[in-house]
């Protein structure tokens, strides 16, 4: 069993609908969760992280942890076709050496 | 430009044939990392660095693969004998081991294709 797993399969959204994404977990160590997007052919860029439990927002971002689950979840909200690239999640543990731990990503496409 | 920089960002090699790829990190960030990453996957930790010291290599490093950081600045990675599943996309990132929140700045790879 990987560490990290994320259901790869491709999402495709009308502009302005809700994109709904989300990663489970094994390793109980893990305190450090993020979300980083990728646009094709370039690479990863830090969209959202949080500490151990709770929702974080940032503009029409929302990401949330459920430690108790090991489940974390990412929210777009009015998906714009700007939000179109790999959204992949991220964790390493406490004090870690940022070595981080990936999920294999979601391709989203918002239609416009 | 502030972002981190990778060189070459394409190469196409024949097997058997070495190849070396370089990283220039954001200059005050002492952390630097190597991830691979493979169509339809996510990136997968190879090595990293604090200022010159290797300190952790993964188990996908064959004795094939060096990376070194000599004097805590750039990086280079070399693949030696390339085989065809070498083929991927080989990330740098940087960051300050006082941010300890995971937070990696890539930069735009390395894109290996192994004929």
């Known amino acids: 069993q990987k560490e990290v797993e994320q259901d790869p399969g491709p999402l495709s959204v009308p502009e302005g609908a809700i994109v709904s994404l989300n990663c489970t977990y094994s390793n109980s160590a893990f305190q450090y969760f993020m979300w980083y997007r990728q646009y094709s052919r370039k690479g990863p860029e830090l969209l959202m992280y949080t500490y151990s439990s709770g929702n974080k927002e940032d503009g029409r971002f929302t990401a949330q942890v459920d430690k108790s689950s090991k489940y974390i979840s990412l929210f777009i909200r009015d998906s714009q076709p700007s939000d179109s690239a790999t959204y992949l999640c991220?964790?390493?543990?406490?004090?870690?050496?940022?070595?981080?731990?990936f999920g294999k990503g979601n391709q989203v496409v918002v239609i416009p | 430009d502030t972002g981190v920089s990778q060189d070459p960002r394409h190469k196409i090699t024949k097997r058997g044939q070495n190849v070396t790829f370089r990283c220039d990190p954001i200059s005050e960030h002492n952390r630097l990392y190597w991830y691979r990453q493979t169509l339809g996957q996510g990136p997968e930790f190879l090595t990293y660095?604090?200022?010159?010291?290797?300190?952790?290599k993964s188990r996908l490093l064959s004795d094939r693969f060096s990376a070194e950081r000599p004097k805590g600045s750039f990086s280079t990675l070399e693949i030696q004998r390339t085989e065809q599943g070498d083929s991927a996309m080989y990330l740098c990132?940087?960051?300050?081991?006082?941010?300890?929140?995971?937070?990696?700045?890539f930069g735009e790879g390395s894109r290996l294709t192994v004929l």
């Open positions: 991220a964790m390493t543990p406490s004090g870690g050496n940022n070595r981080l731990a």
């Open positions: 990132a940087s960051s300050l081991d006082r941010r300890n929140t995971g937070e990696l700045f």
């Open positions: 660095f604090q200022n010159e010291a290797q300190l952790e």
